[in-house]
């Protein structure tokens, strides 16, 4: 087996800078390439080669004006799968047979990782809030889960129950009543009997055989038999990925993800085997993005040589090799302010720091959507159990987003109430800025409650002779 090829990176040469931002951007989800083979599938489907943006809009909208007949359209030139109407939504008699015979070790799990999520999800609802100034005002913000929400799992390659653990628990931990699952119609998907196991066990009555940007589309706008969402979470290709970007103002979405990727930090503590494995394992998504930053020298080499052992071990080796090859690194820093400031460019889904004290070097960083620390804490705790989700930022895009939780599905509404005095002490306020911004409106619907002295001041309504005769009291009836 040939040694690893990974690219090297010194960030005290000048191009350092450059070469992060490429390798951050390499698999960014909006990347508007054109491979050969998609070129022919856009020309078969659409009669014309179209980008994937461009592709993913046309299906949108043919999926908003013509409902199911689009999306079984869809499914069947881009999934090659031809459903019938009454095929897309699969039975709960399917789901509880699936369940019924699936293997209690796999159930016990999935309950035991159920119990994991709803726990450390429950523990970080916002709480409804109040301040009070008494006499005065009553100010208030109040939470409420949202009433319906999508789910996308993804099953091309493989089956992810650990994606409905990690999507559907934080949904149910905010109070979520109705939530839809779309699994794409493949054997790894909605007709994998472990998938349907785990939303038999999670309560998931409504799962659709429904996949790629179609799919997403159907819960955006609702189609015959699926009612539209409130808001579409879960992780995706490409495709997945533009239509949630092409939804999002209709319904709310979590957020847009790449592949998956890690970068990890070390000194000359950390054992090489560890670090090699913690890369591979993102590797072998692939395509996965792979990094190892350190100040340590000797501890690329380590670190090389301890991938080319474990992969020669491992079952999905050729795939995370040619991942490593592609997406991944090894970078030398002059020193650890350096390889601080390359993670906070990178600004990676997953950080795992195992140095000496990976506290203090947690403390600093500025970006990352998880964070591990430690040589004890791999990123497939995280992935599969232990309680925060592991639907997180790609791409550099931990700057400004984070990691799903359930607060996520809850919308927070502002509530006033003021009295009389309370709108007299603010009042001047408000309408000098109204009448700054020329809302002159704003200001006299202030002006007129500050300069009158309430209700009481209100003419009293004049008495009304009662029309009714003494002699007619029974009531009307309806025949």
Known sequence: MPIVKLRRIDLSTPSATQQLYKLRDQLRWDAEVVTPAGKKL?????GEALTPARAVERICQAVRDKGLAAVLHFTEQLDKIKLKPEQIRVPAEEMAAAHAQAESEFL?????????????????LHRDAEMRVSGKHELHVRYRPMQRVGIYCPGGAAAYPSTLLMTVCPAQAAGVEEIAVCLPPTPSGAYNPRMLAVCHELGIREVYRLGGAQAIAAMAYGIEGLKPVDMIIGPGSQYVALAKKYVFGHVAIDCLAGPSEIVVVADDSAHPDYLALDMIAQAEHAPGVAILVTWYAPLLDEVAAALDKQLSR?????????SLERYGALVLAPDKKEALRCVNTLAPEHLHIQTRDPEA????????????????TPVALGDYAAGPSHVLP???TARFASGLNANDFRKRTSILRF???GLKEIAEDVIYMAKVEGLTAHAASVEIRANDRGP????????VKSQVSPTNTKKSSIS
Do not use: C, M, W
């Open 456 to 463: 009481e001041a209100r003419p009293k309504p004049k008495a």
């Open 42 to 46: 856009t020309q078969a489907v659409f």
């Open 394 to 396: 790609t791409g550099g």
């Open 108 to 124: 016990e799990v999935i309950r035991q990782i159920q119990y994991n999520v709803v726990q450390f999800q429950s523990g970080l």
């Open 361 to 376: 070097f947690a403390d600093d960083v500025q970006h990352a959507g998880a964070i591990f620390l430690g040589p004890f």
């Open 314 to 322: 491992l079952e999905r080796g050729d795939l995370a090799r040619e």
């Open 419 to 421: 009295t009389r005095n």
